[in-house]
């Protein structure tokens, strides 16, 4: 055993780190392939540094490890000063993982080891690019959770296509250098299998990364083509002619995902066709170029160290004056992962990534006029894809779709190396041994906690309180995560427990003190309790991080029409008719503070304008009254009756109702919709009651009418 694991360690850790990760998830968890990817990952590190430590290195150290380990420094340093230093455990363990199996590949890893992974990962690529496209044909799909289809086993198709493309010239190099006729076939079915599903997740930035990986590709070997060729065999030929006819058709057949799949396909994708000519429609960007230019905006402020990893979503709202936020979605990264180290890390990062991408590439091109060209060539070009994939997307934050990166980054060294000097010391791996440990068990905790996130989220959709807050009990620094606070104070509000949930929002505003939802939350929790002012500065605050947020401007609209201050309230409820997130009854809001403004006309105009988009009770209540305050009672029944058609029990349009028909003396229906107000209200509002009680007497003797 001791042997086997001194020849071949080197080989386990490139199984389990560049071909096993990518088949990891773990069902009912919140990150279901980030975090047990992640673990995995950090086990074959693990694996490494301690049998690097055992039994010795290859070779020694290299000026690209340096650069690579001054990268991962200023990745912890700049998560000290940052607002939320928690969330940067995952992203800086990731980018452990990555500098410590770089480390691995450039001391440890033999030309055996090398071959192995490289072929282990290639088929692994060919059968996820087969799972992938079963779901692109609506096989299978739900066998596997993913938040976009089509994604194999990734978890989402941009990354699945970011991880396929990084592989597809290693397959490529081994369909060139198969030399016997069944290795011909395989090979030319992974490389068919990889590349239509490539074309099948439409994801338009690992499009533009292969085609610029393919372009860099031919001219480096066009610079050092030989004269002496292989011979192409026949199988070869029909191979990858049989091969061409199934992309072919993959790219030719259009997709029947929906939307209601994760959100999978985009409408606009369902084709080809379509998905190439979204690239240059309007709005094709998908907001890319507003959240560049916020990064931007963000890098100049803090150009030393950045924001802090994982903190980017923290800061976006300062910069972003409500440009893609809404009530259902904010931004949680720049989607380019240059722009990403750099704002969260600081321009030292930034600058040691690229030295690191620069040795190596210093060392590899070199070399490839030699015996391993081929092998250069296809790592070049890897290490091409995956970093322009990265310009458009985030696939750094997931190592199954990056480790190719630091893989092909390790073979430019190994290969470019003329030195085969080994590291005498054993004391570096084995202090990388340590993290990993740690790592191990924060990422083991994280996917305990995110396992009660995902409750958490299924208890909200069933509006399941008591289990949503059982859920989020036990909260700690670790699994510290604002918008697990906001289910909560949100769980809490609803059960009447305001006092707990104004704790959940400080809470949540501790780690994320720039989000619109949870000062919008707390000023709701505030007025419920009276704390009028309060409540105002909080609702001022959602409205700083996002001026366009309809339901803040709804918020402060109805809060200032119950001060009294009408002309203030019409100026907010007036904007958030033009916002975002708008909820409905604004225009109901809005016409009952046109309304008590006098400006009667204007009321029912907004009433009617409402429910040309959706009729609701409190609308049709808003409608009534407006008519009513018109003299246009008749009118004013009409729409009350429809109220209540929609919501038998709503209390305000009885009375509404009520008031109305005694205006109009038919004072035996008035008496009938006072009646129901008794029964709805019970006594809970003795005064109402009591005042209610004395209209039915008044009317029932035949005494006066409302007027």
Request: hydrophobic share 45%; proline share 4%; glycine share 10%.
């Amino acid at each position: 055993m001791h042997t086997f694991l001194k020849e071949n360690w080197g080989t386990i850790v490139g199984l389990i780190t560049v071909a096993f990760v990518p088949l990891v998830f773990v069902d009912r968890i919140n990150r279901f392939t980030a975090l047990p990817q992640l673990w995995v990952a950090l086990l074959g590190v693990l694996l490494g540094c301690v049998c690097i430590s055992v039994f010795g290195a290859r070779r020694s150290t290299k000026p690209v490890l340096l650069a690579a380990a001054g990268f991962f420094f200023l990745q912890v340093v700049s998560a000290i000063p940052s607002i939320s230093p928690s969330l940067g455990v995952v992203p800086i363990t990731t980018d452990f993982v990555y500098v410590s199996f770089l480390l691995l590949v450039v001391t440890g890893f033999s030309e055996r080891d090398i071959d192995r992974t490289i072929t282990a990962s290639a088929i692994v690529c060919g059968g996820i690019s087969l799972v992938g496209l079963a779901q692109y044909y609506e096989i299978g799909r739900h066998l596997i959770p993913t938040s976009g289809l089509p994604s194999g086993t990734l978890g989402h198709r941009n990354i699945g296509a970011a991880y396929a493309a990084a592989l597809l010239p290693y397959i490529v190099l081994r369909f060139v250098h198969s030399e016997k006729k069944l290795q011909d076939v395989l090979w030319a079915v992974c490389g068919a299998l990889t590349l239509a599903f490539v074309i099948a997740t439409r994801s338009r930035a690992a499009w533009v990364a292969l085609l610029v990986g393919v372009v860099v590709a031919v001219a480096l070997w066009m610079r050092t083509f030989s004269s002496e060729g292989r011979q192409i065999r026949p199988t070869k030929g029909i191979s990858a002619a049989i091969g061409c006819v199934l992309v072919v058709l993959v790219a030719i057949t259009p997709s029947r995902i929906g939307k209601g799949a994760g959100e999978a396909m985009w409408d606009e994708k369902a084709s080809l066709g379509q998905a190439v000519q979204s690239i240059a429609a309007s709005g094709g960007d998908k907001g890319r170029l507003i959240l560049w230019e916020t990064t931007l905006e963000m890098i100049q402020n803090r150009p030393i160290l950045g924001v802090g990893p994982g903190n980017w979503r923290i800061h976006y709202p300062l910069y972003a004056e409500g440009r893609i936020i809404d009530a259902k979605a904010v931004p949680h990264r720049p989607h380019n992962d240059l722009l990403s180290i750099w704002s969260e890390s600081g321009t030292g990062a930034i600058v040691l990534f690229l030295v690191a991408l620069f040795l190596g590439f210093k060392a590899g091109l070199p070399r490839i006029v030699g015996p391993n060209r081929d092998l250069l060539v296809s790592a070049i070009a890897s290490i091409t894809i995956c970093v322009v994939s990265g310009l458009f997307g985030f696939p750094k934050e997931f190592v199954s779709a990056t480790l190719p990166l630091w893989f092909g980054l390790g073979l430019l060294t190994v290969y470019g190396s003329s030195s085969d000097r080994a590291l005498k010391n054993r004391l570096v791996p084995a202090v990388f041994a340590i993290p990993a440990l740690v790592g191990l068990y924060l990422i083991g905790q994280l996917v305990a906690s995110d396992r009660d996130a995902l409750n958490a989220r299924l208890a909200h959709a069933r509006s399941d309180w008591p289990s949503l807050i059982e859920e989020t009990d036990n909260t700690g620094w670790l699994s510290a995560n604002d918008e697990t606070y906001l289910l909560r104070a949100g769980a809490l509000e609803q059960i009447g427990r305001v006092d707990e949930a104004l704790e959940a929002y400080k809470r949540g505003l501790d780690i994320h003190p720039h989000s619109t939802t949870l000062w919008l939350g707390r000023g709701v929790a505030q007025r419920s309790l009276g704390q009028i002012s309060e409540a105002l500065t909080s609702f001022e605050q959602a409205l700083r991080f996002d001026p366009q947020d309809g339901r803040v401007l709804n918020n402060l609209g109805t809060l200032s029409a119950s001060t009294g201050n009408l002309p203030r309230a019409i100026g907010y409820l007036e904007r958030a008719l033009e916002a975002e997130s708008t909820p409905g009854d604004v225009y109901g809001n809005l016409s009952t503070t046109y309304r008590r403004a006098g400006e009667v006309v204007k009321a029912i105009e907004t009433a009617r304008e409402g429910m040309e988009a959706h009729t609701s009770s409190s609308l049709t209540n808003a409608l009534g009254s407006a008519l009513a305050a018109a003299g246009r009672h008749a009118e004013a029944v009409t729409a009350y009756n429809t109220g209540l058609s929609i919501d038998s029990d709503h209390v305000a349009l009885w009375y509404n109702l009520a008031r109305s028909l005694e205006v109009l003396e038919r004072r035996g229906d008035a008496v009938r919709a006072y009646g129901e107000v008794l029964r709805r209200i019970g006594e809970t509002l003795p005064d109402r009651r009591s005042f209610v009680e004395e209209r039915i007497r008044l009317l029932e003797r035949g005494s006066g009418s409302w007027q």
